[in-house]
T-cell receptor, first 114, second 112 residues
Framework: SAVISQKPSRDICQRGTSLTIQCQVD?????MFWYRQQPGQSLTLIAT?????????ESGFVIDKFPISRPNLTFSTLTVSNMSPEDSSIYLC???????????FGSGTRLTVV | TQLLEQSPQFLSIQEGENLTVYCNSS?????LQWYRQEPGEGPVLLVT?????EVKKLKRLTFQFGDARKDSSLHITAAQPGDTGLYLC????????????FGAGTTVTVRA
């Protein structure tokens, strides 16, 4: 199964600033997924990142707020821009473990905006 | 609105007891997955079920996929403190072939 390295694991940021989260996968994958998990809640898909094309955003999420890069088949970044306290969440990246029928997740980035 | 309704939201039991978590939807899924998440970690896949009526067993955990592929259950026999965590069901193929729809999660606490 794929192994994902996600960083930073946590950060405390000032409102109005931006944070870039990185995900490195140990094998090539076609799609990478970015999720948000607000305190005590389930996972909400932010966007799907494909290499060589624009990310596809879910309803309620926009590129200006959450720009995504996918420069190659093993790496992606998610930026949380112009942060406010409402952006305090856990952000997770994920890949499809093709053939295993399930998804592998990074360990998450716990973001606190003050 | 959650595509997958998960119940109960919280479950606290004594070590050795059994528990069941339910995941229901009005949508048909091509597969349904169960994950367990511990604090400070991402969700870890427990099982994927793909065939209606399918039952899978992993040691003390039994997973069932409904005949119509709209619902699933997770049953834990003789729960142990190590089973404590957030259990999440996720369906694939509801709105798209590859995007997962997650249930709200069930927080399970097993007291020693």
């Amino acid at each position: 199964s794929a192994v994902i390295s996600q960083k930073p694991s946590r950060d405390i940021c000032q409102r109005g600033t931006s944070l870039t989260i990185q995900c490195q996968v140990d094998s090539q994958v076609t799609m990478m997924f970015w999720y948000r998990q607000q305190p005590g809640q389930s996972l909400t898909l932010i966007a799907t990142a494909n290499q060589g094309s624009e990310a596809t955003y879910e309803s309620g999420f926009v590129i200006d707020k959450f720009p995504i890069s996918r420069p190659n088949l093993t790496f992606s970044t998610l930026t949380v821009s112009n942060m406010s306290p409402e952006d305090s969440s856990i952000y997770l990246c994920s890949v499809d473990r093709t053939g295993a029928g399930g998804y592998t997740f990074g360990s998450g980035t716990r973001l606190t905006v003050v | 609105t959650q595509l997958l309704e998960q119940s109960p939201q919280f479950l606290s039991i004594q070590e050795g007891e059994n528990l069941t978590v339910y995941c229901n939807s009005s949508s048909v899924f091509s597969s349904l997955q169960w994950y367990r998440q511990e604090p400070g970690e991402g969700p870890v896949l427990l099982v994927t079920v793909v065939t209606g009526g399918e039952v899978k067993k992993l040691k003390r955990l039994t997973f069932q996929f409904g005949d119509a592929r709209k619902d699933s259950s997770l049953h834990i026999t003789a729960a142990q403190p190590g089973d404590t965590g957030l259990y999440l069901c996720a369906g694939a193929g509801g709105t798209s072939d590859y995007k997962l729809s997650f249930g709200a999660g069930t927080t399970v606490t097993v007291r020693a």
